[in-house]
């Protein structure tokens, strides 16, 4: 009896588990049997691995013929486990010496004439068999440059099977033709992936687009300032104003002024991206806060993952280390955006499925858009608005309380006046000014959280900042009495101290004194407190 074992890896969200592929040959009825819980594509990998095979110059053995995938508790799915079924076919027919194939992790797709496809999710797995020893993997060679991101991993980037063949068994490699491959999948060739631009369909994903200025914004002091303690510190932001006021442009350029990724979280957001096969050809690393835009009309599973067999991530994990921008948050089905609240709270999504559970991560920041009405002309100073009082009520009550109180920052963005359009001169701070301005403050907030398990002054608990770090005396005290009145939930005041460490952060001060913490109750609540809205502006 013939017998060979060689690795792949199954892919469990953005986790990987190494799984051993045994072939085994004995006497019999030919017949291929493949055994280890696999889906329906691993399944019919049964016919591409024997076309693949022969196609390749390989002998197919005419014996039963048996493939185990162990651990076989754990689901497997997706074409992925091609290669090292191939390999271990080979192995048990003694085409291939079965003892160098035992400490290899294979991962890739077979065509029928025996080239090496792509398949998603090649970071993690590679990531999956550094951390379960193995020191060498073979990939398709278009995927290569994505798994040498691991340390410690030796990566062989392979055309076919015959050159895979050929590298095994020490006879000269064979010189194949470039195939096409790592083209964006067609089903999502409407989204924008990293360094590409347009965004359609039903939702877009990518990095932040450098050639979008602040200084293109005109006037929007207050949600300027808003949008700069955002990025400062990890708060969530609503902006709420007519159209055309600034609100998307604001949003757009918010990544932009996001410090850029260190090498943990560039590794953890191209996972999740070539999980979800949005990794453009040329570009295996993703180092800049990526930017993702859902149409309202998208589902509760395209925000927060899901979708038939095998659970792939949705929008919250497309964003992680970025921003999740909802515009027209109202027009978002009241169920998805209810959904939200585990991933702002938890920072991750759980996804129950009946073939087992999926974890991915989800630590955003969220910027919400909206019109104030149906029409969008509604406002305190002017009577241009036609909608009825009720129609008006229903719109913004389309937004829940409970997902509003997570929210940090509320700011109302101001119709642009015909003065401030056509001054000249009068633009606003360029994004190097504001980017380097945020990136001082998150160094400060990092230097005082060093040595805890946060790491901006969004994830610091309301118990910590109150026991261990102190405001001013007497800072608190009217955001102190808004809680008494009413005005303030215990979890908001929690957030407007929050936001004070921020703006102080922000202004060089060592601790919120009352100017700051006035500042972040106006931007927690909308209400005017006479304070300058811009950060460290004389009073």
């Known amino acids: ?16 588990v190494v799984v051993e592929v045994q072939a085994g040959l004995e006497p019999g009825v030919a017949a291929f049997t493949l055994v280890g819980l696999p889906d329906k594509s691993l399944t019919e990998s049964r016919d591409r691995v024997r076309a693949a095979v022969v196609n390749s110059g390989g002998e197919w053995p005419q014996k039963k013929l048996t493939v185990g995938l162990s651990p076989a508790s754990v689901p497997k799915a997706g074409s992925g486990f091609d290669l090292a079924v191939a390999c271990a076919v080979l192995g048990a027919a003694e085409r291939i010496d079965p003892r160098v194939l035992a400490d290899i992790v294979m991962i890739g797709e077979l065509g029928l004439d025996g080239r ?11 990531l999956a068999a550094a951390d379960a020893g193995y020191e060498q993997v073979v990939v398709p060679e278009c995927a290569a440059a994505e ?3 691991v340390p410690g991993v030796s990566v062989l980037g392979v055309r076919s ?12 490699v064979p010189d194949e033709v470039p195939d096409e491959q790592g083209r964006p999948d067609p089903l999502l060739a409407g989204l924008r992936v990293p360094g590409t631009g347009a965004v359609t369909g039903t939702h877009g994903t990518g990095a932040a687009q450098h050639d979008h200025d602040l200084a293109d914004v005109v006037g929007q002091l207050s949600a300027r300032t808003a949008v700069e303690v955002a990025a400062a510190g990890g708060h969530h932001l609503f902006l709420e104003g007519p159209p055309g006021a600034g609100k998307t442009m604001l949003a757009e350029r918010l990544p932009s002024i996001l410090p850029p990724l260190d090498r943990q979280e560039s590794l953890e957001v191209t996972a999740v991206h070539s999980v979800a096969g949005l990794l453009p050809p040329g570009k295996p690393l993703i180092d800049v806060a990526p930017y993702c835009a859902p149409h309202h009309s998208a589902t509760m599973q395209a925000l927060v993952g899901g979708g038939p067999g095998v659970a792939r991530p949705g929008a919250v994990s497309l964003a992680h280390r970025g921003v999740l921008f909802l515009d027209e948050t109202p027009e978002f089905s009241s169920h998805a955006l209810d959904a939200l609240r585990q991933p702002l709270e938890a920072g991750h999504v759980v996804i129950a499925r009946s073939a087992g559970v999926v974890r991915f991560p989800a630590k955003f ?5 909206a019109n104030p009405c149906p029409c969008g002309r509604f406002s305190r100073t002017n009577d241009l608005c036609e909608c009825p009082p009720s129609a008006i009520r229903r719109y913004q009550a389309r937004l829940s309380g409970p997902l509003l109180d997570r929210v940090d920052l509320r700011v109302e963005a101001d119709r642009v006046t015909r003065t401030e359009l056509t001054a000249s001169g009068a633009r606003g701070e360029s994004t190097a ?22 790491r901006t002054n969004s994830d610091v608990p309301g118990r910590e900042l109150r026991s261990r770090w102190h405001t001013a005396p007497g800072a608190m005290d009217d955001a102190e009495r808004s809680l008494e009145r009413g005005v303030l939930t215990a979890r908001g005041l929690d957030r407007v101290l929050r936001v004070a460490w921020t703006v102080a952060d922000l202004a060089g001060h060592d601790r919120p004194d009352a100017g700051d913490v006035a500042l972040a109750l106006q931007l927690r609540t909308g209400v005017p407190r006479g ?9």
């Open 116 to 126: 090496v496809r792509p398949v998603r999710g090649i970071l993690p797995a590679v």
């Open 1 to 16: 009896m013939g017998f060979a074992r060689t690795c792949a890896v199954a892919l469990v969200g953005v986790e990987g």
């Open 147 to 149: 798994a040498s991101l």
């Open 531 to 539: 304070v300058p809205m811009a950060i460290g502006a004389p009073a």
């Open 161 to 172: 099977l015959r050159q895979l063949i050929a590298v095994l068994t020490d006879e000269p």
């Open 433 to 454: 000014t504001v980017a380097a301005r945020v990136r001082a403050a998150r160094e400060r907030a990092a230097a005082r959280l060093a040595g805890t398990p946060w």
């Open 365 to 369: 920041l969220m910027v919400l858009a």
